[in-house]
Nanobody, 117 residues
Framework: QVQQMESGGGLVQPGGSLRLSCAAS????????MRWFRQAPGKQREFVAG???????DYEDSVRGRFTISRDIDKNTVYLQMNNLKQEDTAVYYC???????????WGQGTQVTVSS
């Protein structure tokens, strides 16, 4: 079963940037999609960005144009470049491997992103 480890979070000022990494234990690019989610305090977990096995990218409306999802197939790693961060981007960020057969896999620990002046 695929497991993933998120990293790269931290404290950043509004307008700043961070790059998150998601290292997966297995081959996650042969099928399905790798997706980033986030969960802010008191809110439900929400989709942020995804990249399919064919490289198609999708974004939640509030992050489109500011966030970029990418991948390194050789490293089994997915990245989320976050620019022009806003306070409302503050959340714990998770990645997950989705397949049509199974849906989402188990969740990792996530990485905390805090945007504050």
């Amino acid at each position: 079963q695929v497991q993933q480890m998120e990293s790269g979070g931290g404290l950043v000022q509004p307008g700043g940037s961070l790059r998150l990494s998601c290292a997966a234990s297995g081959n996650v690019f042969s099928d399905g999609a790798m997706r980033w989610f986030r969960q802010a305090p008191g809110k439900q977990r929400e989709f942020v960005a995804g990249i399919t096995n064919r490289g198609f990218r999708d974004y939640e409306d509030s992050v489109r144009g500011r966030f970029t999802i990418s991948r390194d197939i050789d490293k089994n790693t997915v990245y989320l470049q976050m620019n022009n961060l806003k306070q409302e981007d503050t959340a714990v960020y998770y990645c997950n491997h989705w397949t049509r057969q199974r849906g989402l896999g188990p969740w990792g620990q996530g990485t905390q992103v805090t945007v504050s002046s």
